[in-house]
């Protein structure tokens, strides 16, 4: 069945460092993927996605592209801040939306020191 | 635009009780709604999928007799945890696709409740 891989947090940076979240996944044919953030005692946000190979969708200084032949989905920021400080999920759907069941990773714990 | 409200956001019960956590979408109509639970550092699982009006459809795994799933509306889902045991601790967290609009193709989540069951 469909799966998502996340490195494991929690990852501790101080701010102006750059962010990497590696993220991989199995699925058969063509999936959307997709990355979440979550902020303490808030609900899941979508922070960007991607529908198709080399995709790159971006939001907020956040960049994540579709790579099929490494079957990976990164998340990159160049300088990270204290409030980049949340869980971020990756995710995947056969649909091309959010809308469709969600398969997640295990999630990973960012905090950004001053 | 888009905001879906979960409540309780916490909540503590004894073994045996039952719990309803409720799942609104406040400004759209949500024709599918979904069930997600999170155990301490896993990943979300997809518990079950309701449809407004029908039955939901749950997951491998997942008891449908425990987790009782009504999408009696367009804007509400609950989700009642049956005779909760400690076990059945853990965050649960649902979403829900907008109906129709520009945004017809998305799903927004709400904001979780912790489950403590003592």
């Known amino acids: 069945g469909d799966s998502v891989t996340q490195m494991e947090g929690p990852v501790t940076l101080s701010e102006e460092a750059f962010l990497t979240i590696n993220c991989t996944y199995t699925a058969t044919g063509y999936p959307s993927l997709f990355w979440y953030v979550q902020y303490p005692g808030e609900g899941l946000q979508l922070l960007l996605k991607?529908?198709?190979?080399?995709d790159k969708g971006s939001n907020k200084g956040f960049e994540a592209t579709y790579r099929k032949e490494t079957t990976s989905f990164h998340l990159e920021k160049g300088s990270v801040q204290v409030s980049d400080s949340a869980v971020y999920f990756c995710a995947l759907t056969r649909g091309e939306t959010s809308g469709s069941r969600l398969t997640f990773g295990e999630g990973t714990q960012l905090t950004v020191n001053p | 635009g888009a905001v879906v409200s979960q409540h309780p956001s916490r909540v503590i019960c004894k073994s045996g009780t039952s719990v309803k956590i409720e799942c609104r979408s406040l400004d759209f109509q949500a024709t599918t709604m979904f069930w997600y639970r999170q155990f301490p550092k896993q990943s979300l699982m997809l518990m079950a999928t309701?449809?407004?009006?029908?039955?939901?459809?749950?997951e491998q795994g997942v008891e449908k007799d425990k987790f009782l799933i009504n999408h009696a509306s367009l804007t509400l889902s609950t989700l009642t945890v049956t005779s909760a045991h400690p076990e059945d601790s853990s965050f649960y967290i649902c979403?829900?696709?907008?109906?129709?609009?520009?945004?017809?193709?998305?799903?927004?989540f709400g904001q979780g409740t912790r489950l403590t069951v003592v």
């Open positions: 979403s829900a696709r907008v109906a129709s609009g520009p945004l017809n193709t998305e799903a927004f």
């Open positions: 309701s449809n407004e009006g029908s039955k939901a459809t749950y």
């Open positions: 991607a529908t198709k190979a080399d």
